[in-house]
């Protein structure tokens, strides 16, 4: 149900994303999905890639820091008041949301939301038991 | 005839040289049988050196004993080095040590005296008397300096503002309504009261101030050109440091040509840093100094880690004891940022201390519109890097929270990608110094 996510530190200056997405390029990684969060010093660049694995190695051995997250990506219907239930559901059952970000499936019927919870299989058990899809990990990573 | 120079204690100041050295010699004897007496640490270096403090016979035989660093104070924290009993102390201060604990002095009521009168002397050279009214904008606190100038105005009969720091315009309120003449502070903040009055569109000739005496951290020849010209005062340097006594070890006089140093109540040495070797007169070294009548905390050939050099000439002001020129820097690692003694192995405990995983870290230190910042460089490791910004942003919040603690003075601390500190030949760079002095 989970998926790998690669959180990368990347200081707040010109250059710094092309050089990430760059590597990833060069070693025939496909980005999935994306967020940056950022602070006028520094960023965190939050990606969903086909193959988590290597992107961790060959980032690392260009000596950023990198991190891996499980996150969980839930299909949302593409029409409106999709994600409010959603949100309604996990602040029923208490689950804080740390951060989310979304892209839309490529056949455009579904969003995809990624969701960070401080604490995870307590949200996939909420969201499982209100009937909210959760798309498996490979099914993400393969969109 | 209304000579400009004003000298104190005239006896003692421009006593003839043979005189000195004969009084230092002395004074050495009775502070190294005292040591002897009262202080293991000192008990220890004189047994391991083979040296007996009766055997002295000159000041040159001084140089046969080994040196007193601030890593004896260290491990002698807190009262340790102490000659007395507490129940002859009257004043504890304290400054900033190299790894955490602060160092601790301490007074008895003769030391204060004295202290008081040393600080008369460089007050009465700069010029001050007992019509001026001192504004001390130094911090009041365990800090030497803002007591030290206290008592010294007060024994030439001065009127003292004990302002403290902080606070510019209040300071300057205080300044315009009660008509300070003498304003003591770091020469740095002699500058961001100048851009402060410049900004308020306050005229420096409105005010009364005359008379600037600035210490605590090193400071150029344009600086002092430039403290003259925009407040419209006479600016001298001082120098002391609070193993010694606090201000007043040395200060200069009217002819600014260096400051004249205590010497009947400590003797000075200038040597070779590296290899620890007494230099001939006129070296430029590291300052060494021991202390001549210090009862409450004596010091024996303590490195002060300044570097200057001395002048034995005799001054135009007709004052005897030697001229130290202004400090050139250090020979250790030591920063001075806003008068405030700063040890980059300070910063590297409290990085160490938060994650347990040291990260490269590098110091970078500026003056802007005259006053010092410093920014703390960390590279981000896997220990120190969270997926969640807030989490990311609270560590940030909290180094800053306990260098300001450690510290004394606050630092911005800027996250950075690993390898963006520069190495040289393998070795990270721990201080960039972009201020000019």
Same mark, same amino acid.
């Given at each position: 149900m989970k998926v790998e996510q690669i959180s990368i530190f990347i200081e707040n200056k010109s250059g710094r994303l092309a050089e990430v997405t760059g590597i990833l390029g060069e070693n025939g990684i496909n980005i999935r999905a994306l967020s940056l969060a950022d602070t006028s010093d520094f960023g965190i660049l939050r990606l969903i890639v086909d193959d988590s694995k290597k992107a961790l190695k060959v980032l690392k051995e260009q000596k950023f820091t990198v991190s891996i997250t499980q996150v969980i990506g839930v299909a949302v219907p593409?029409?409106?008041?999709g994600l409010s239930s959603i949100l309604r559901t996990l602040d029923q059952h208490n689950v804080n949301v740390e951060y989310m970000y979304a892209f839309v499936e490529r056949s455009g019927d579904n969003a995809v939301i990624i969701f960070r919870f401080d604490d995870v299989d307590e949200a996939i058990a909420a969201l499982t038991q209100s009937g909210v899809k959760i798309l498996p990990g490979h099914k993400i990573t393969s969109i | 005839m209304n000579s400009p120079v004003k000298t104190l204690n005239p006896a003692a100041e421009c006593m003839p040289r043979e005189e000195i050295r004969q009084l230092q010699l002395r004074r050495l004897k009775n502070t190294l049988s005292l040591v002897a007496d009262k202080v293991p640490c000192y008990q220890s270096k004189f047994k391991d050196s083979g040296f /007996?403090? &009766?055997? =002295?016979?000159? =000041?040159?035989?001084? /140089?046969q004993l080994p040196f007193t660093t601030k890593e004896d104070l260290r491990l002698n924290y $807190?009262?340790?080095?102490?000659?007395?009993? =507490? !129940?002859?102390?009257?004043r504890i201060h304290s400054s900033s040590g190299t790894t955490g604990k602060p160092t601790v002095v301490g007074y008895t009521k003769e030391d204060i005296k004295v202290w008081t009168e040393l600080v008369a002397r460089f007050m009465t050279a700069g010029g001050?008397?007992?019509?001026d009214i001192v504004h001390i904008a130094f911090g009041y606190g365990l800090f030497t300096g803002a007591f030290g100038l206290h008592y010294g105005s007060e024994a030439i009969g001065a009127s003292v503002?004990?302002?403290? &720091?902080?606070n510019t315009d209040k300071q300057l309120m205080i300044m315009q309504d009660y008509c300070s003449s003498v304003l003591v502070c770091t020469p740095s903040y002699g500058l961001t009261l100048a851009d402060r009055m410049e900004k308020q569109g306050?005229?420096? !000739?409105?005010?009364?101030? !005359?008379v600037g005496l600035f210490g605590a951290e090193p400071w150029s020849e344009q600086m002092r050109v430039e403290l003259e010209q925009r407040l419209g005062i006479i600016a001298t340097d001082n120098y002391g440091l609070s193993e010694i006594?606090? $201000? &007043?070890v040395a200060g200069e006089c =009217?002819?600014?040509?260096?400051m004249h140093f205590a010497e009947d109540h400590f003797y000075p040495e200038i040597i070779d840093?590296?290899? &620890?070797v007494v230099l001939p007169e006129g070296s430029v070294g590291e300052l060494v100094i021991t202390s001549?009548?210090?009862?409450?905390f004596p010091m024996i050939r303590? !490195?002060?880690r300044d570097i200057t050099r001395l002048n034995y000439a005799p001054c135009e002001c007709g004052r005897t004891l030697a001229r130290m020129e202004k400090t050139r820097g250090r020979s250790d690692d030591m920063l001075i940022i806003k008068g405030v003694n700063v040890f980059p192995t300070q910063i590297e405990e409290v990085l160490f201390k938060i994650k347990g995983a040291e990260p490269h870290y590098q110091l970078i230190v500026e003056r802007k519109n005259n006053r010092d910042s410093l920014e703390v460089q960390v590279e981000v490791n896997e220990h120190i890097f969270f997926d969640e910004m807030k989490q990311q942003r609270q560590f940030v919040v909290q180094v800053e929270k306990r260098l300001a603690a450690v510290l004394g003075v606050s630092a911005n601390v800027k996250l950075v990608e690993p390898g963006s500190v520069k190495r040289h030949e393998g070795k990270a760079v721990r201080v960039i110094d972009r201020r000019e002095s």
């Open positions: 593409d029409s409106p008041g | /007996h403090p &009766g055997d =002295l016979q000159s =000041l040159e035989d001084l /140089h $807190p009262y340790g080095m102490f000659a007395v009993p =507490l !129940r002859d102390v009257v001050v008397t007992a019509e503002i004990p302002m403290s &720091g902080g306050i005229d420096p !000739r409105s005010l009364s101030l !005359r006594m606090g $201000p &007043g =009217l002819f600014k040509q260096g840093p590296d290899t &620890g001549l009548t210090k009862q409450a303590y !490195r002060t």
